[in-house]
C-alpha cells in the first residue's frame, strides 16, 4: 500500500496571502495524483486530478504541482471560504489511498 | 446536478449487519464506476469499495475484504454496500462516490451516513 504523507498538518495563513501544502508519496504515482477540499460538517470536493488538473469549476487561484513522489496544492490568494481540510489521494494502483490531511487556519 | 443520498446507517452491535443503500440521480449511472468511502469522525478518508458500471469489478480495502459486500443495480440507480461482521473500528461517516472518467478519482460525492458499532 502507497502512504500518502501531507505537511504540515496545521497551516495558519492571512487571507490574500498564498498558502502551499505538500504531499509525498511512499513511492512514485507518477502523475495519479488527486487533491479534495474539505469542509466541516461537509463532503469532500475535488480540486485537482492528474497532479495539476483543474476540476470543473475550481478557481484559478488553486494549482498543483509535482510528479512521483513529491506534489504541492498552492492556494495564490486565500479568501476565506478556502480555510479548511485540504487531502491528496493517489490513483496509481489499489488501495487508492489518502493523507492524513492538511488544516488551513485563519491566522 | 448530480445527487447521491444515502441511507440506512445507525447503531449496531460489535459482529452484526447493515446494509447501507445510495440513490443515484443527474447523471448516467450506469456507466460510472462507483465507491464506497468512510471517515472516522474527526479523521481522515479511507477508500472502503468501488464497483465496475457493469457490477463485473469489484475491489475492497484489506480490513473489510471477506466483510463488507459492494453492488449495484443500474434499474434503479442504486448503489449498495452490505456490511457483516461489524466492529466497533468500522463506526464511521460512509460516502456513496461518483468516479470521475478519470479511473481512482471521485468528481461526486453523497452527504454520508453514519455507522456506529458499539454494545
Known amino acids: 500500500e502507497i502512504v500518502m504523507t501531507q505537511s504540515p498538518a496545521t497551516l495558519s495563513v492571512s487571507p490574500g496571502e498564498r498558502a502551499t501544502l505538500s504531499c509525498r508519496a511512499s513511492?512514485?504515482?507518477?502523475?495519479?495524483l488527486a487533491w479534495y477540499q474539505q469542509k466541516p460538517g461537509q463532503a469532500p470536493r475535488l480540486l485537482i486530478y492528474?497532479?495539476?488538473t483543474r476540476a470543473t469549476g475550481i478557481p484559478g487561484r488553486f494549482s498543483g504541482s509535482g510528479s512521483g513522489t513529491e506534489f504541492t496544492l498552492t492556494i495564490s490568494s486565500l479568501q476565506s471560504e478556502d480555510f479548511a481540510v485540504y487531502y491528496c489521494?493517489?490513483?496509481?494502483?489499489?488501495?487508492?489511498?489518502f493523507g492524513q490531511g492538511t488544516k488551513l487556519e485563519i491566522k | 446536478e448530480v445527487q447521491l443520498v444515502e441511507s440506512g446507517g445507525g447503531l449496531v452491535q460489535p459482529g452484526g449487519s447493515l446494509r447501507l443503500s445510495c440513490a443515484a440521480s443527474g447523471f448516467s449511472f450506469s456507466l460510472s464506476w462507483m465507491s464506497w468511502v468512510r471517515q472516522v469522525p474527526g479523521k481522515g478518508l479511507e477508500w472502503v469499495a468501488n464497483i465496475r458500471q457493469d457490477g463485473s469489478d469489484k475491489f475492497y480495502e484489506d480490513s473489510v475484504m471477506g466483510r463488507f459486500t459492494i453492488s449495484r443495480d443500474n434499474a434503479k440507480n442504486s448503489l449498495y454496500l452490505q456490511l457483516d461482521s461489524l466492529r466497533p473500528e468500522d463506526t464511521a461517516m460512509y460516502y456513496c462516490?461518483?468516479?470521475?472518467?478519470?479511473?481512482?478519482?471521485?468528481?461526486?460525492w453523497g452527504q454520508g451516513t453514519l455507522v456506529t458499532v458499539s454494545s
Open positions: 492528474d497532479a495539476s
Open positions: 489521494q493517489h490513483y496509481f494502483n489499489w488501495p487508492q489511498t
Open positions: 462516490a461518483k468516479d470521475h472518467t478519470v479511473f481512482g478519482v471521485i468528481d461526486s
Open positions: 513511492q512514485s504515482v507518477i502523475s495519479k
